[in-house]
């Protein structure tokens, strides 16, 4: 079910669901610093690799409280970097013997601008008003005729060189909308109708009420996703 909240100068509902899996490996988390900026955080544990729950809740949680304990330094490339450090440290302590890995997007709003961050095939989409896409993430994906598709990017334990997250910063207009999600959500809903909804449902509750409906029927995997909306 999905949860709905107003604050000042945003509205935006989140929701996360295990589909049809035994467990949900995915995380997300909000964190609202008052007059300062607002950290939205998914994280998808990885498949195939144990504890992804563990890993997905761990950097999730490290991101978190990283902003928590540094509210008056502005958001930038740097803090992005440093605060990622500290999450491969933590994935690595909580680790123990295991190989967990996670994926990461990020959205950090401060005022008018946006910092967005992620690792791995977890997306981040911004649109105006007219629908057009202002930014969107590109996926962390590595193919050659030998293999499969894989992650190249991303948070795993005693590999803090692929924990490197790419950052940009994108300034916001009123009525842009913002999607961070896991590819979940992004595989089970065709990318025509997931714009369009995106920008044209009349507000975030009901984007994610159709992305619901959607995923319900056609996910096979976890879904989560946060939509928010500046005003």
């Given amino acids: ?3 709905y909240t107003i604050m000042s100068k945003m509205k935006y ?3 996360s669901e295990k589909g049809p899996r035994m467990n949900n490996e995915d995380s997300y988390n909000v964190v609202e610093i008052p007059d300062k900026r607002t950290l939205f955080v998914v994280c998808d544990g990885m498949g195939g690799h144990s504890c992804g729950e563990v890993a997905s809740k761990t950097v999730c949680d490290s991101f978190s409280v990283y902003w928590e304990k540094h509210p008056d330094v502005e958001d930038s ?3 992005v970097l440093d605060a990622s450090n500290e999450a491969s440290r933590t994935l690595d302590e909580k680790s123990g013997y295991y190989q967990m890995g996670t994926t990461l997007v990020m959205c950090s709003i ?3 601008k946006a910092t967005i961050a992620h690792a791995g095939d977890s997306r981040c989409y911004v649109i105006d008003i007219k629908g057009n896409v202002k930014y969107r993430t590109i996926d962390h994906i590595e193919s050659s005729s030998i293999s499969l598709p894989y992650i190249n990017r991303a ?3 005693r590999h803090p060189e692929d924990a490197v997250p790419d950052v940009k910063v994108v300034e916001l207009q009123p009525l842009d909308r913002i999607l961070l999600c896991t590819d979940g959500l992004y595989n089970a ?6 714009l ?4 044209c449902a009349k507000d975030v ?3 994610a009420e159709k992305y619901q409906t959607i995923c319900q029927e056609k996910a096979g995997d976890n879904y989560t996703a946060i939509i928010i909306e500046i005003e």
């Fill in 196 to 199: 369009h909804t995106l920008q």
């Fill in 155 to 157: 948070f795993f334990t």
């Fill in 13 to 15: 509902t989140r929701f």
């Fill in 1 to 3: 079910m999905a949860t």
């Fill in 189 to 194: 809903i065709d990318n025509t109708a997931l």
């Fill in 77 to 79: 490339e740097a803090k």
């Fill in 110 to 112: 401060e005022g008018k």
């Fill in 205 to 207: 509750e009901q984007v």
